[in-house]
C-alpha cells in the first residue's frame, strides 16, 4: 500500500521567525500523537527559499520532510535569482514541487520546463513533486483527461520506468486552488485514475501503483477525510490551511484516521 503524504506549500508566507513559531507548535504536536514509532503518514513541507535551513536543522533526524517550491535545472551559471538542485539537496531537502500552477501562469512556466526540472531533481536525489491540473474552462470543455494526460507525458518523458516510485503527482484543478472551491472526492479519484492510466501507458502496466498522486485544491481539515477515503489518492498538496500549525496537524491526523 501506498504511504499516505501530506504536503504544505507556504507559497510567498512567513518568515524565518514565523516559520521556526510554526515548527515549534506543529512539531510538538506531531511527535507527542505518534511517539515512539513510525509516522503512518509522510509529512512535507515546502517553505519559501530562505526558510529551507533553519526547518531543516529543527526537524534533523525526525520524521518531517523539507521540500522546495521550485528550483532551477541547471547546477551553477549566469541564472540571476534562481536556485539548483545541488543547493537545495545541500540545505537538507529531500522534495521539490514542480510545475505548480502559479509557476506556469504568473512566470509562464513551460511543460518542457517541468520535464527539465523533474529529470534535475531525480538526478541529485530529490523527488519532484509534479502538479497538473486543468483550468475551468478546459473542465467545462470536457477537457480534462486530456489536458492532465498531455501535461503528464510531458512532465515525464525525461524519467525512466523504475524512477517512477520516486516521483509524486499532484493533480490540482486550476480552479480549485486558493478559490474555496474543492473537487467532489469522486472526481479527483477519476482524473487520477486516468493519471495512473497513462503513467502505465508510458512504462508498462501496474508501473502506476507505486505512484503517489495527491489531490490539492482548497483542501482543508473539514474536508481531507472524504479525498482520503478514495483508494486512488495518496494524500494532498495544502496551500492556505497548512499555514496554521493546528490546521496542519489536523490534516495529517485525519489522513492517518481515514486509512487506518
Known amino acids: 500500500m501506498r504511504k499516505p503524504l501530506i504536503a504544505a506549500n507556504w ?3 512567513k518568515t524565518i521567525g514565523e516559520a521556526l513559531t510554526f515548527a515549534g507548535a506543529f512539531g510538538q504536536m506531531l511527535f ?6 513510525d509516522m503512518p503518514v509522510d509529512v512535507l513541507i515546502c517553505p519559501p527559499f530562505l526558510g529551507i535551513p533553519a526547518l531543516c536543522a529543527v526537524f534533523a533526524g525526525k520524521d518531517v ?3 522546495a517550491q521550485d528550483m532551477y535545472w541547471k547546477d551553477k551559471g549566469a541564472f540571476t535569482g534562481e536556485v539548483s538542485p545541488s543547493m537545495l539537496k545541500d540545505a537538507g531537502c529531500t522534495f521539490v514541487i514542480t510545475g505548480h500552477s502559479e509557476r506556469r501562469q504568473l512566470f509562464g ?3 518542457e520546463d517541468v520535464s527539465e526540472k523533474a529529470r534535475a531533481a531525480l538526478d541529485h536525489g530529490l523527488k519532484p513533486v509534479i502538479c497538473v491540473g486543468e483550468t475551468l474552462e478546459e473542465r467545462e470543455q470536457g477537457k480534462t483527461n486530456q489536458v492532465v494526460s498531455d501535461m503528464i507525458r510531458a512532465a515525464f518523458s525525461k524519467i525512466k520506468a523504475e524512477e517512477v516510485p520516486s516521483v509524486v503527482v499532484a493533480y490540482e484543478p486550476v480552479w480549485a486552488i486558493g478559490t474555496g472551491k474543492e473537487a467532489h472526492p469522486a472526481d479527483a479519484a477519476e482524473v487520477i485514475g486516468s493519471i495512473r492510466e497513462t503513467v502505465d501507458a508510458l512504462f508498462g502496466e501496474g508501473v502506476s501503483d507505486e505512484l503517489r498522486v495527491l489531490y490539492g485544491g482548497s483542501v482543508k481539515p473539514g474536508n481531507i477525510r472524504a479525498f482520503m477515503l478514495e483508494e486512488q489518492i495518496d494524500g494532498a498538496l495544502v496551500g492556505g490551511a497548512s499555514l496554521d500549525p493546528n490546521d496542519f496537524f489536523k490534516l495529517v491526523e485525519a489522513a492517518h484516521k481515514a486509512r487506518s
Request: charged residues 40%; hydrophobic residues 20%; without cysteine.
Open 32 to 37: 507527542e500523537r505518534f511517539e515512539g514509532g
Open 65 to 67: 520532510h523539507i521540500g
Open 11 to 13: 507559497k510567498m508566507n
Open 109 to 111: 512556466e513551460t511543460d
